[in-house]
Each structure stands twice: as C-alpha cells, then as structure tokens.
C-alpha cells in the first residue's frame, strides 16, 4: 500500500493549488479501502484534517477551513484523488498528507508543502 501526496508551492494569498494524491497496493471501491482523507500539519499548530472523500460515490466531506475553498475529487480510474484548493489563505500553509480511510494515524504518504505567502 502506497500513498504519495504532490502538487504543492509556493503561492500567493487569494491563488490556487491542486494537489494530487496517488495510490496504489489496494482498490479503492469500499472494501479494500472506503475513503481517503488530506490532513494538514502546520508548525506549532495541531493536525488539521481538510476532506475525506468516499470510494464509492466519490462524495467528499470538509474541514471548517476547506469548506467553500477546497474541492477534493477522484479520477476515473481511482487511482488518485486531489485537492483543488481556491482563495488560499497563509494560514492555510503546512505539510498536506493524504491517507487511507480518512485516518491520520493510517496508513500515509510523504506530504507536500503548501506555502501561502501574503
């Protein structure tokens, strides 16, 4: 099982990201996997999840900070699964990670930064 998270920068305040999720080793179809969730890690602040987004139906649900911003969807093939990210904010900078069933302490990938300069 592999997760790998990629697409962040550097960015101004007000412009957007995709970040994209890779995964491979497992079907993402509601048995081997249901969900695959981002969470973020900012220095001196506590882990943040941003959206969890189902395998079957690829219906998606938000943080409070994502909510309105971000849109987390699945490719055809669910095989990846991004973070189309709107009117970044700089407190929206840190390490995002995406992971299996929407669990933080599951099975990750290695983040990406996500800077946000104002």
């Known amino acids: 099982v592999q997760l790998q998270a990629s697409g962040g920068g550097l960015v101004q305040a007000g412009g957007s990201l995709r970040l994209s999720c890779a995964f491979s080793?497992?079907?993402?179809?509601?048995?081997?996997?249901?969900?695959i969730g981002w969470f973020r890690q900012a220095p001196g602040k506590e882990r943040e999840g941003v959206s969890c987004t189902s395998g079957v139906g690829g219906s998606s649900t938000y943080g409070n900070a994502a909510k309105g911003r971000f849109t987390a969807s699945t490719d055809d093939a669910k095989t990846k699964v991004y973070l189309q990210m709107n009117s970044l904010k700089p407190e929206d900078t840190g390490l995002y990670y995406c992971?299996?069933?929407?669990?933080?302490?599951?099975?990750r990938g290695q983040g990406t930064l996500v800077t946000v300069s104002s």
């Open positions: 992971a299996e069933n929407c669990n933080p302490h599951g099975t």
């Open positions: 080793g497992f079907s993402f179809d509601g048995y081997d996997v249901y969900a």
